[in-house]
């Protein structure tokens, strides 16, 4: 078949699709991939690898570094998922919207089947114009509204509470993206959507929700077109990416590391890498143990010259974190179920929308110590945190279950056979 993908957001919103993509041309598909990164990440060179064509999209109003670190700054600063979530729209998605619809009604013109991610809303207005069935994914599991999930945003107070936060969930969610997705349908001609979590983002033929089984099995009240397939990780024979110069005699000279990192959480401003830095640095002294602090860019002599600390600016997760004590992570999907699927316990540090979903995720399945936030983040908290996971040896334990489990699965596969069978069989 001929299948268009189409994904917008961080690195950890568009790694899904190029796994994915990968996958689906290994399995005979032509296969097109467009992203809008939402700082400009260049792709192609797995596109070359994987072999499928790439068409990036980029943001015509992309800010000045001032702006956005002003922005990111304010966003991190609201702790609120809802609001932080009509701030990344307003200045991530809003700008965009008009390129990406032009790009969607392209990819349904030229593929049988088109997948994309649950919030690119113009490739379903796209999709629906043409008649080309399309295909949700969803990366979190809680953007389906069910009795037996916590509704994002709302203090788990127990289940009996989860039917009034849903409801009060739809009610903020719809306030913030109906009159967007409305404004574009009606535009082109389509009846108004009525509710976002329920139809906007989720396609009524096929939703994958790309989370493993061990961590979310569907609900009894999740319906038929909703499918957990699992972690939509690139397939093992397509991953080529070597160790940093150094990081294999670091990992061999000592106990095992933490290993540090805030993903595409971390904007390029110098002060504020070096206000994490600091933060991370003065954690791991407190704890008393080493770490592999993963940076962007910029120079930290004090870390060149600790030798309990090793700076990386990118590094293979499949092959690091088994190598390692724990994880210190912001909670993104694809992070946290990487340190799962590595077997290792994890701290996340939570900066925006379900990140704080994810902590409590890992704190219900028991392999994470209490979820911090970055707004606020101390030294001592972050410390005291290590320290709490390190002595815990039980939780270290379920997390090796959980990742021996998640190594026998394949999300790619799986969602790749249920798009065969929907769409082909």
């Not at 792709?43 to 922005?71: C, H, M, W």
């Not at 719809?174 to 009606?186: A, D, Q």
């Not at 090796?400 to 026998?408: D, N």
Request: charged share 20%; aromatic share 8%.
């Amino acid at each position: 078949m001929k299948i268009g993908l189409q994904a917008w957001g961080s690195e950890g919103d568009i790694q899904p699709f190029t796994a994915l993509a990968a996958g689906l041309v290994k399995a005979g598909h032509t296969v097109t991939l467009v992203v809008t990164d939402n700082i400009g990440r260049d792709y192609s060179e797995l596109a070359k690898r994987f072999g499928y064509q790439l068409v990036s999209v980029t943001n015509p109003e992309i800010p000045s570094a001032e702006a956005a670190d002003k922005v990111w700054r304010q966003i991190i600063e609201l702790g609120n998922p809802i609001k932080q979530a009509e701030l990344v729209m307003k200045y991530g998605f809003d700008p965009v919207v008009g390129p990406m619809y032009a790009a969607a009604v392209k990819l349904c013109e030229e593929n049988e089947v088109v997948v994309g991610h649950f919030f690119v809303y113009p490739l379903r207005v796209a999709a629906e114009k043409s008649g080309v069935p399309l295909v949700t994914v969803n990366i979190v599991h809680n953007c389906i509204p069910s009795k037996w999930i916590r509704p994002p945003g709302i203090p788990d107070i127990g289940r009996w509470s989860y039917g009034l936060g849903w409801r009060l969930v739809r009610m903020m969610v719809n306030r913030i993206f109906l009159p967007r997705v409305n404004s574009l349908r009606t535009r082109e001609g389509l009846p108004p959507d009525m509710d976002v979590m329920t139809q906007t983002w989720a396609s009524d033929r096929l939703n994958l929700v790309a989370v493993s089984p061990q961590i979310c099995q569907a609900p009894p009240d999740w319906d038929s077109r909703h499918h957990v397939c699992g972690f939509l990780n690139p397939p093992a024979n397509l991953i080529t990416d070597d160790l940093p110069v150094g990081l294999n005699d670091f990992l061999t000279a000592g106990s095992p590391p933490i290993y540090m990192t805030f993903g595409s959480m971390l904007i390029n401003n110098q002060d504020y890498l070096s206000e994490v830095a600091e933060i991370w640095e003065q954690a791991v002294r407190r704890a008393g143990c080493r770490a592999i602090l993963q940076l962007p860019w910029g120079d930290f002599p004090s870390i060149s010259a600790n030798p309990h600390l090793f700076l990386v600016r990118r590094s293979p997760y499949k092959k690091v974190f088994p190598r390692c004590a724990m994880v210190i992570h912001h909670g993104g999907a694809g992070t946290t179920q990487s340190t799962l699927l590595a077997g290792r316990p994890s701290i996340i540090v939570a900066h925006v929308s379900d990140q704080f979903f994810w902590g409590s995720e890992l704190e219900r399945l028991g392999v994470g110590g209490k979820t911090l936030q970055r707004k606020g983040l101390t030294s001592r908290q972050l410390a005291n945190g290590i320290l709490d996971v390190l002595r815990r040896q039980e939780m270290e334990q379920r997390a090796v279950i959980i990742g021996k489990k998640m190594s026998s699965e394949d999300g790619v596969a799986a969602a790749i056979q249920l798009i065969e069978n929907t769409f082909h069989g």
